[in-house]
């Protein structure tokens, strides 16, 4: 089997950042792969300006997957390219595998390391009051989880190719992602009391504002994500009510 | 100064949301410490933008759905909070992040506009192929990611240009306690932070983990 050079990989990934950039309601991350594919293709048909302008024109197409885990496909379909596998095969491949990599990277990230950081980043506002730390604190252990998952994705990828399906089974994402709600939980508890006695404004509340954050919390628990918009209408209701009184008056 | 640097801001933040590095530089926590930096109020854009990331932790870029941007949108509440030369007071914070969420739901917008955008773009003459499919691609993609980050400059411009006056004739005007003010962000803040907790402790194990970190964030209250 010949091998991709590692410039060739190393540019596929510095890419694949960019696998949303052109991002649209007919062929979603479609360009974007293509994009990102763009290396691998050059230097496969190095010899045949024809049939690379064929392969970037099949790869353009309809394609989308959890940017983070895009690389996965990219890294697949760049094997399978380089295996000289049908076409079709690979249009069947990317099209079996899209739905999957979606679902996956939207529950892990999107629905767990996304959250767990965010939440770490608001403790540690809270707890020390220094901007600073709590900034650098989110970044760096997102992105390390962030940039650790889209190269080891793009690595399997490429490692696998046809078979990468079968790799992802193996991979311990699901314990991971585990342990990740888990430490989002406790880190949301721990955030809870804080926003309540007024961290987030960085005053003092008196005890009803107390009282009401219970109810509050409680309500939040109960209906789910469906708490949001009644929120912001008691924001703005808040935020109105201020001027009207001075009308009043 | 400022008002430049903020506006250049928003333009990476925009940008960071979607289409170039997804980094998280657009997550309301960072942008608004950062926007508080320029303006010289890092504490108090970190404050704001926690209460906006607080807001926001629900919401999931999933599939095709459509959003509220809350980068741009922590950028320009800070920067207004910032150039309006106002005390960081728990009314001007009320306000600021009012404006914000609005901005959230608009900037949203144009980035479904921008994506209409993209799809003319990406098409256009894409019946035969090319000569240099390549290259006409690598172009086509590029100048949507440019595009976006000329979106990030219109709305953080718009935002900050409506802001800052609003914000100064309108705080004077308002005429409420500020333990009301402070007790509102609380209690919103709060109430959708819970809703997290169906993700998060959907089972006893993750209950039990959620009880044990109220009992220490309580403890650290009383630890204060």
Known sequence: ?249 | MSWFLLVGLGAVVALDATSFGQLMLSRPLVAGTLAGAIVGQPLEGALVGATLEALSLGIMPVGAAKYPETGTAAVLAVGTLGLSGLPPTATAFLLTLAYGVVWQSLSGATVVAGRYINEWLVQAGRGVIAKRMDRMIERRHVGAMILDLVRGVLVTSAGLAFGVPLLRQALPLWNLPAVVAAGAVAVAAVTVLAGNARIFADNRRGAMLLAAGVLGGSALLFLR
């Open chain 1, 1 to 249: 089997m010949n091998r991709l050079p590692r410039s060739v990989v190393r540019r596929t990934f510095l890419r694949s950042f960019t696998i949303q950039g052109s991002w649209n309601y007919r062929t979603l991350q479609g360009s974007g792969f293509a994009f990102a594919l763009m290396p691998v293709l050059r230097w496969i048909h190095r010899d045949d300006p024809q049939r690379l302008q064929e392969s970037v024109q099949r790869h353009a197409t309809l394609f989308n997957a959890h940017p983070y885990l895009a690389g996965v496909a990219l890294g697949a379909v760049a094997r399978m390219e380089m295996d000289g596998e049908d076409p079709a095969l690979i249009e069947r491949f990317k099209n079996a595998l899209r739905g999957s990599l979606g679902t996956l990277g939207d529950r892990i990230v999107w629905a767990g390391w996304r959250p767990a950081c965010a939440l770490l980043g608001i403790a540690v506002l809270l707890i020390t009051m220094s901007a600073t730390t709590a900034v650098l604190v989110f970044l760096v252990i997102y992105n390390l989880g962030h940039i650790g998952l889209r190269w080891w994705g793009l690595q399997i990828g490429v490692e696998y190719g046809l078979q990468v399906g079968e790799r992802l089974r193996r991979a311990p994402l699901g314990n991971w992602h585990e342990g990740v709600v888990g430490g989002a939980a406790l880190l949301l508890g721990l955030v809870l009391p804080l926003a309540a006695a007024g961290g987030l404004t960085a005053s003092r509340v008196s005890y009803w504002v107390l009282m009401l954050c219970v109810a509050g919390g409680v309500a939040g628990w109960r209906l789910g994500a469906a708490a949001r918009p009644p929120v912001m209408v008691l924001l703005a209701v808040v935020a109105v009510a201020g001027f009207l009184l001075r009308l009043g008056q």
